[in-house]
C-alpha cells in the first residue's frame, strides 16, 4: 500500500493504492474516472500517513466500500496540505493527460512509459 499526496486542480487529497507509481495505467484510469486529469503527486511515507491521520487511517484501509487500489484518505485540501512537509515527501511526479511527457524527480519520461 502507498499513500500519495496529490494537488489537483481541485485541491490537494491524500489518496492510498496498492498501484506502485501514481501513473500506473490502472490508477489512471480511476483517477480520469473521477475527473483527474492532471495532477502533481508526491508519495508519502506509509508510517508517517499512519502517524498523522491515526485511528482515520485504519478506517479508511478497512472500509470495504472502497477498493485496494484507491482508497481517498483526505479529500479535505488543507489539511491535506499542511499535515506534510515537502522534506518529508518523495520526489515530485507531474502528469497531464495527453501530454507528451511525465516529469519524476529529476527524470524525464516519454508517454510511452506511463502506457
Known amino acids: 500500500m502507498k499513500a500519495i499526496l496529490m494537488l489537483t486542480g481541485g485541491g490537494p487529497l491524500v489518496i492510498l493504492t496498492s498501484y506502485q507509481s501514481p501513473t500506473a495505467p490502472g490508477l489512471l484510469s480511476k483517477l480520469e474516472s473521477k475527473g483527474i486529469t492532471k495532477f502533481v503527486a508526491y508519495e508519502v511515507p506509509i508510517e508517517l500517513a499512519q502517524q498523522r491521520y491515526g485511528k482515520h487511517f485504519a478506517l479508511v484501509q478497512q472500509d470495504v466500500h472502497q477498493s485496494d487500489d484507491l482508497r481517498v484518505l ?42
Do not use: I, K, M
Open 74 to 115: 483526505d479529500y479535505n485540501g488543507h489539511r491535506a496540505f499542511e499535515l506534510f512537509h515537502f522534506n518529508e515527501l518523495g520526489p515530485a511526479t507531474l502528469y497531464e493527460s495527453g501530454a507528451v511527457t511525465e516529469r519524476t524527480g529529476e527524470r524525464l519520461a516519454t508517454a510511452e512509459d506511463v502506457q
